[in-house]
């Protein structure tokens, strides 16, 4: 028999705004019992083991909230954790390594932090179980001469091994903790010596008498990565170490966590930048599944392998193919257009000076109509992209130079803001009505909605809040708004951040899709460089001091700016 998966997403599901039609219709009812119910406590339906997964209720369902699939009856066996009747189910555990680092790959709601959860001892698994279970039933699954019933026996039983997890969420750390950022890792250490050598490390030297209130992002990563990093611990797992890191600092804390690595210590990333995970992974694992239904672990492969299998789209050892298309890279780009007669936009030499300390630079530069692409890259924070994103725009005068815009040219701009300001700013509107707020209420006849609908995946989230939407749905939705508008030129702010690596292609797919087939031009500044080489046909390069001086190279091709950027002095890491 094969093991059935059916799940009910209680996001998705609006049984008040439906007349619950997936029990109005469910063929099975046995015994007085239906295969499909209501659960008022739980505030949605509940499939049962009678279901046979005719597959009626999911197409009767109106918020495609539905799923039912049938696996291979081995995976029955392998079952790890449940939540709740009809909820998200986890297929297997990867197995870390001492000495190594194990790497964790795939889409969000797939199971990484659930995985995350587990081996930090933050959360037992059920074993996809009903019944009550117990610390020894946990470590008896997980026989079998496997690494992971050693380490759980010592996790559960004698609390042998000290975890330390850094989480996702870091935008939360200032609601719980206060102080500076020298007295926040003073309380960890206790040892000024390694609070300096640890600040020296990831470039928070300059930030140790700063308020945690006052951090940025990338600061509040860096402050939650060097909090683990002092812990002396057996196990480190770091979820989404890289999120608003530019791309020397990602470099850099992938030094830093390679550093604890020895032959005592298990080490866990979850990430989305393959990139990243290719320079600091020893191995990696996949997941792969159904978003919100199910995922499953796969065996575990050399870095190199698992990266090439997972952009092939099939995973070799589980004879699975976990993509239809594969993500291909262009080894040979094409040519920077230069023709004259389609020029959309040119500068002359820009300077623009802010707050009396930072001074930006900007070589002139054009820009043409004909699909363009251009990946905006610098490798510190601080360093002008957002600065230049706003001259372009008017948000800023320059103090000399010209912007001079060939005929009539409107700018799309998408901006560099956290996504959960938006919720918070909006968060009683939902996507649809956002949407029609900042395009109007006729988007959905726009000849590219069926692109953005299929491509970013908008259509179960139209009907909700922007208050439920996690980061990576708002982004898809801010990036739709974005494209929506009518426009010459389209200024996209960290399009990626928040997405996982099939969401970060699938946006740069559209991306790429809709500026050619407008015959338009882009600016897209983005920290994943796998993803500035997949989407551009052009980069602008950034260099200089962050907070002090920035200098802004003209529009090249991609090889040449490429080339450019990675010879640059803080790409030695």
């Known amino acids: 028999m094969p093991v059935r998966v059916a799940v009910v997403d209680k996001d998705l599901c609006q049984p008040r705004k439906c007349s619950q039609e997936c029990i109005r219709f469910c063929p099975i009812v046995r015994g007085g019992k239906r295969a499909i119910y209501m659960d008022e406590q739980l505030g949605h339906p509940v499939i ?22 049938n696996l291979p009856s081995e995976l029955g066996e392998d079952c790890v954790h449940q939540y709740g009747p009809s909820g998200f189910k986890l297929f297997r555990l990867p197995m870390p390594k001492l000495g190594r680092v194990l790497g964790i790959i795939g889409q969000n709601a797939m199971g990484k932090t659930t995985i995350a959860k587990i081996l930090a001892g933050e959360l037992r698994p059920n074993l996809c179980t009903n019944s ?53 890792l003073m309380k960890i250490s206790g040892n000024e010596e390694d609070v300096a050598k640890i600040a020296e490390k990831l470039n928070l030297t300059h930030l140790l008498n700063r308020d945690v209130n006052k951090l940025s992002g990338g600061e509040l990563q860096r402050l939650a990565i060097a909090a683990a990093l002092l812990r002396n611990a057996d196990t480190y797992i770091f979820d989404e170490p890289t999120t608003h890191l530019d791309i020397v600092e990602r470099l850099r804390v992938a030094e830093a966590i390679k550093d604890i690595t020895g032959g005592n210590k298990y080490v866990i990333v979850i990430d989305h930048d393959l990139a990243v995970l290719d320079y600091l992974a020893d191995q990696v694992v996949i997941l792969y599944g159904k978003p919100g239904a199910y995922g499953i672990v796969s065996h575990i492969k050399g870095a190199r392998e698992g990266i090439n299998e997972y952009l092939n789209g099939y ?44 001074e930006l630079e900007v070589k002139a530069g054009v820009i043409h109509r004909g699909g363009e692409v251009i990946g905006v890259l610098g490798p510190p924070n601080g360093i002008g992209k957002t600065t230049f994103a706003r001259l372009l725009v008017n948000e800023l005068e320059p103090d000399s130079g010209v912007v001079i815009p060939h005929g009539e040219v409107r700018i799309s701009y998408k901006p560099p803001q956290y996504v959960r300001d938006l919720a918070v700013k909006y968060g009683d509107k939902t996507a649809r009505e956002y949407l029609a707020m900042i395009v109007g209420n006729d988007f959905m006849s726009k000849i590219i909605w069926p692109d953005l609908a299929n491509g970013l995946s908008l259509t179960p989230l139209m009907d909700r809040e922007l208050s439920s939407l996690s980061g990576g749905e708002l982004q898809r939705v801010v990036v739709a708004g974005s494209l929506l508008r009518d426009a010459e030129v389209y200024l996209l702010d960290e399009p990626m951040a928040y997405l996982d690596i099939e969401q970060r292609v699938r946006v740069a797919s559209v991306i790429r899709r809709i500026i050619e087939e407008r015959d338009v031009v882009a600016l897209v500044i983005e920290h994943d460089i796998t993803m500035v080489d997949y989407l551009s046909t052009s980069v602008m390069v950034f260099s200089g001091e962050p907070g002090k001086h920035g200098v802004a190279q003209p529009p090249t091709d991609l090889r040449t700016g490429m080339n450019e950027f990675l010879r640059g002095p803080r790409c030695d890491v």
């Not at 999911?58 to 799923?67: G, L, N, Q, S």
């Not at 699975?320 to 230069?338: D, G, N, Q, W, Y």
């Open 48 to 69: 049962t083991d009678l279901c046979t997964a005719c597959g009626i209720c999911v197409r009767k369902c109106p918020f495609e909230a539905i799923t039912i699939v």
């Open 132 to 184: 009550q279970v117990g610390t020894e039933d946990i470590i008896r699954f997980f026989r079998g001469g496997t690494e992971l019933q050693p380490y759980l026996t010592r996790l559960y039983r004698g609390g042998e091994v000290k975890v330390v997890h850094k989480p996702q969420y870091i935008e939360l750390i200032p609601m719980y903790v206060k102080g500076t950022v020298k007295d926040i």
């Open 315 to 358: 995973l070799t050892s589980e004879n699975t193919l976990i993509r239809k298309e594969p993500i291909k890279f262009r080894v040979k780009p094409a040519p920077r257009p230069i023709q004259r007669e389609k020029v959309l936009l040119e500068w002359t030499d820009l300077t623009k000076r802010l707050g009396g300390d930072f």
